[in-house]
């Protein structure tokens, strides 16, 4: 085995600090993804799409918004969490119960009797010399 040397060793990252504070405040104000990845400095110039400039930002908030961004704690160590946007589908622990369907009307049965008659049972001899 080789032993690592000391230029992997010396290796950078480029990964930054995500700034949730400055995201949950910008989300408040009603900003677009394009509005925030550009001031959290995390919007790409060079994608080929809009969606593809800003799934970064996405994704951070998409997590934000399900409780799943641990490093997202008040002072309690309780994690955050984003509220949907008005006409956004609820998820996550934020969300609503749904509303209750209508159900069908339940008819209780008396005990000894059967929703409906039963057919008499008649055999194949029965039937053969004409009786019921």
Do not use: C, H
Not at 22 to 44: D, H, T, V
Not at 66 to 91: H, S, V, Y
Not at 115 to 123: E, I, T, W
Request: charged share 35%; aromatic share 4%; hydrophobic share 35%.
């Amino acid at each position: 085995m080789k032993k690592a040397t000391k230029k992997a060793a010396a290796k950078k990252t480029n990964r930054k600090a995500v700034p949730f504070e400055q995201i949950q405040k910008l989300w408040n104000a009603g900003k677009s993804y394009i509005e925030i990845a550009k001031a959290i400095g995390r919007y790409k110039k060079d994608a080929e799409t809009e969606d593809a400039a800003t799934k970064p930002t996405r994704a951070i908030i998409s997590l934000m918004l399900n409780a799943k961004a641990t490093a997202w704690k008040d002072g309690n160590d309780k994690i955050k969490t984003l509220q949907p946007r008005e006409g956004m589908r609820a998820i996550g622990k934020g969300k609503k119960a749904p509303k209750p369907k209508a159900s069908k009307k339940v008819v209780s049965i008396k005990k000894g009797q059967s929703k409906k008659k039963a057919a008499p049972q008649v055999d194949g001899k029965t039937l053969a010399a004409g009786g019921q």
